[in-house]
């Protein structure tokens, strides 16, 4: 009877074991190539791209959807979203934004933090024309509503509890709009002195706190997102200065992540990392040159930083752990396990 029980309680263990190795996931990075209009995907583990994935023009932004099924790609040379179905790897469909006026691209775009909706404003080279904002129902797949977002719209950002959506008119102001009707409800009041500077904007997932980036002004506005009121300023350390663009937080609210592009030659192209605890800048990542391109994964342990190459780091130590080289311009990234 010892033998069979021994043997039965084996089993179960291999049971378990192959299980658990069956049902282990792994990361995988999708890296917008912007000049081959590809979607890549990157094995981390192995620091390889294993496929590549043809989307449209100039693809630049790329955010997910809520299970995590699909991503949604904008196509800056054109007016288009790509879908991606990443079971099948492969486009699936592509979304063409209801303009009617010449002269009009796929602009900035972002998600809710439920990944329900995604915002695609308008781009033009002229920066005196009027935009649109346009809403994707993630789980219908289709355009279910526009309006009007004024001009040049360098960023957009959700606020944590999901009720307003904040766009940057870069260098001229910031609108907020109630996400239910679209409808305009107030606006920020800039940095005084700097509001020509005007450029990024990021809202924290589990606080009522906002981030505004202000270009070579070397400053960061912080804002309580629930009353649009300015509640502190962030002023860039030395050897952090630059020119401060794009900005997101990690999805626990820990952290924020500033794009810097150097303005002078002692200054450094890399990424500012805010502690949100302290308001206070406490690392700069020198990863060169980042478009747009950075992630964290689900468990907050990894970001991942995309510039000539993909980098990522730890969110633990904040210390580089290993790149690879796309050999190509690499636009937004996001990171799945499967």
């Not at 809520?66 to 040379?77: E, F």
């Not at 009007?148 to 609108?175: P, W």
């Not at 510039?307 to 633990?316: F, H, P, Q, T």
């Amino acid at each position: 009877m010892k033998p069979f029980l021994t043997a039965f309680a084996l089993f179960v263990l291999a049971v378990l074991l192959c299980s658990e190795i069956a049902s282990a996931q792994k990361p995988f990075v999708y890296a917008a190539l912007t000049d081959e209009g590809n979607i890549a995907v990157v094995d981390p583990g192995s620091s390889r791209l294993v496929q590549r994935i043809q989307v449209g023009r100039d693809p630049l932004d790329v955010v997910l959807n809520a299970d995590l099924s699909r991503l949604y790609v904008s196509n800056t040379g054109d007016i288009t979203v790509s879908i991606v179905d990443l079971a099948e790897a492969r486009e699936v469909q592509v979304l063409r934004l209801p303009v009617n006026r010449r002269g009009i691209n796929t602009g900035v775009m972002i998600r809710n933090w439920e990944g329900t909706r995604v915002y695609v404003a308008e781009r033009s080279d002229d920066p005196s024309r009027d935009l649109r904002v346009y809403v994707i129902d993630t789980q219908k797949e289709n355009v279910t509503a526009q309006f009007d977002a004024g001009k040049n719209i360098s960023a957009m950002a959700v606020s944590g509890d999901g009720t307003k959506l904040f766009v940057v008119n870069k260098g001229e102001g910031i609108r907020v709009f109630n996400t239910e009707d679209n409808k305009q409800v107030g606006s920020v009041k800039l940095l005084a002195g700097f509001e020509s500077n005007v450029w990024g904007i990021a809202c924290s997932p589990t606080a009522a706190l906002g981030y505004v980036t202000y270009g070579s002004a070397n400053k960061i506005q912080v804002i309580n997102t629930a009353n649009n009121q300015q509640t502190g300023v962030i002023d860039v350390p030395k050897y952090h200065t630059g020119i401060q663009k794009r900005i997101i937080f990690s999805p626990d609210g820990k952290y924020a992540f500033v794009l810097n592009h150097k303005d002078t030659f002692k200054e450094i192209d890399g990424v500012n990392v805010i502690d949100a605890s302290k308001n206070e800048i406490t690392k700069i990542f020198n990863s060169g040159v980042v478009l747009n391109g950075i992630a964290v994964n689900h468990n907050n342990k990894v970001v991942y930083v995309a510039s000539n190459d993909l980098k990522w780091y730890s969110m633990l130590t904040l210390e580089h752990i290993r790149s690879i080289s796309l050999r190509t311009t690499i636009g937004g990234i996001v990171v799945v396990e499967r």
